[in-house]
C-alpha cells in the first residue's frame, strides 16, 4: 500500500517535532514506510513477536531533547519505520484518516527515539501528552485539525 501521505509532509513533520523538543538540526533521522511481510520479520527479529506493528523505532546515537539554550548534540537519531497497511487498519478502526495516522506513527516513532516510552502508567501520560501536543501544534500550524491525536494510544509493542 502506497502511503497517503506525500513525503514532504513527514519531512515537515519530522522537522517541527525536532525543532519543538530543540534536537540539533544536523541530527539524522531517516523515516521507511514498509509492507506488512517487512515489518512483521523486524518485529519478530528485533521485539520477538509475532505479526506485523504499527511502528518500530531503532535509535542509534541515543540524542535525547535539548533545550532552548542548549539545543542536542549533532548525530544520527536513528530510523522510524512505519508499516502503511496495519496503519490503514487502525485508521479505520479509529474513524480517521490513514494520513492522520501515519503523523500521528511519525511523531510517537520520533519520541522513542528521543528516549520516551511508555512502558509504565506515568512514563505513558508524559509520552501520550506530548505526542498529542506535538501532533495538534504542528497540524495548527498547517491550518488543519485531527481526530488522531488521542491522549493515549493503541500500542502492541
Avoid: N
Avoid at 142 to 154: D, F, H, I, K, L
Wanted: proline residues 5%.
Amino acid at each position: 500500500m502506497p502511503s497517503a501521505l506525500p513525503e514532504q509532509e513527514f519531512q515537515d513533520l519530522a522537522r517541527f517535532v525536532l525543532e519543538a523538543m530543540h534536537v540539533h538540526p544536523a541530527a539524522e533521522l531517516t523515516i521507511t514506510l514498509v509492507d506488512t511481510a517487512a515489518m512483521e520479520a523486524l518485529h519478530v527479529q528485533w521485539m520477538d513477536l509475532e505479526g506485523p506493528t504499527d511502528v518500530m523505532s531503532f535509535p542509534m546515537d541515543e540524542l535525547r531533547p535539548g533545550s532552548h539554550d542548549q539545543p542536542s548534540t549533532e548525530g544520527i537519531l536513528g530510523d522510524v519505520v512505519l508499516c502503511s497497511d496495519v496503519a490503514a487498519q487502525q485508521a479505520a478502526a479509529a474513524g480517521h484518516s490513514v494520513a492522520d495516522e501515519l503523523l500521528l506513527l511519525t511523531t510517537h516513532g520520533i519520541l522513542h527515539l528521543l528516549g520516551f516510552d511508555h512502558a509504565d502508567e506515568a512514563e505513558e501520560k508524559e509520552m501520550f501528552d506530548l505526542q498529542r501536543t506535538l501532533l495538534l501544534s504542528y497540524l495548527a500550524q498547517r491550518g488543519r485539525t485531527t481526530s488522531a491525536a488521542p491522549a493515549a494510544r493503541r500500542d502492541r509493542a
